[in-house]
């Protein structure tokens, strides 16, 4: 599986969200979406409406991360609208193989988040039913925080349960994520890289992403999971 990288808009400006997709177009494999209920995570952003409205302004596949309560009841709306992959906290999850089911019969790729203690192995067996498992590598709710080095045990035994098993599945990490930490998330396992402050602090956010995708490229081509 190719590297792939998904610059968080979270970091950008929120006046100006259509040029923060454009910035990226080129150089990006998807746009990071970060919703926000202010109940599961303690902050604010976007929902359906501004998503569909970005869905409009850009070429760029759009990767919803549904930071939530009940995503049972909303997530379906968010692929219906057109994104290409819809992202649900299994914490919140009141019946995740439904909703993963209801995802994928909508059109998109199903994922499933765990916050940085929630352990990946009482959903082993739920792997089949996903596109995608975002580990995150900080507490949800805010751009910008210090990567957690704690989860990177977390990826290698996902990457490693993936691997023994049939499934084409997503690893994705998001939280901290920069040109010196996207190095130990690659070796450890992910393929799915979100970048907010790594990518929109930068002066060339275009570039930045090139850069993220250069490091993770080498480090995936000498990693102990990558059959290249
Ligand atoms: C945080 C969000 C992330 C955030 C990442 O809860 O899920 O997508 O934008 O931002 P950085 O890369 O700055 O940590
Ligand atoms: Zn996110």
């Not at 939280?175 to 396992?189: K, M, N, P, S, Y």
Request: glycine content about 8%; overall charge negative; hydrophobic content about 50%.
């Amino acid at each position: 599986m190719a590297v792939q990288i998904s610059p968080s808009i979270l970091s950008a400006d929120f006046a100006r969200l259509a040029d923060a997709a454009d910035a990226v177009a080129e150089a990006a494999d998807w746009l990071h979406v970060d919703v926000m209920d202010n109940h599961f995570v303690p902050n604010l952003t976007i929902g359906r409406p501004v998503v569909e409205s970005l869905l409009a302004a850009t070429r760029l596949p759009v990767d919803c991360h549904l930071m939530i309560e009940d995503p049972d009841r909303w997530a379906p709306g968010y692929a219906e609208a057109g994104a290409g992959s819809v992202t649900f906290h299994v914490e919140a999850a009141h019946a995740p193989i439904r909703l993963a089911r209801t995802l994928r019969a909508a059109g998109a790729r199903a994922g499933m988040a765990l916050k940085p203690a929630t352990p990946i192995e009482p959903y082993a067996d739920l792997l089949g039913e996903l596109d995608m498992v975002l580990l995150m590598t900080v507490e949800p709710g805010f751009g910008g925080q210090r990567f957690l080095d704690v989860v990177l045990p977390k990826i290698r035994r996902a990457r490693t349960l993936l691997r023994d098993g049939e499934h084409n599945v997503w690893l994705q990490v998001d939280g901290g994520v920069d040109e010196d930490t996207i190095e130990r998330c690659a070796e450890a396992g992910a393929d799915v890289f979100v970048a907010g402050n790594a990518v929109y602090a930068a002066s060339d956010p275009g570039d930045a992403v090139q850069r993220l995708r250069t490091v993770a490229e080498k480090a995936t081509a000498d990693a102990w999971w990558s059959t290249a």
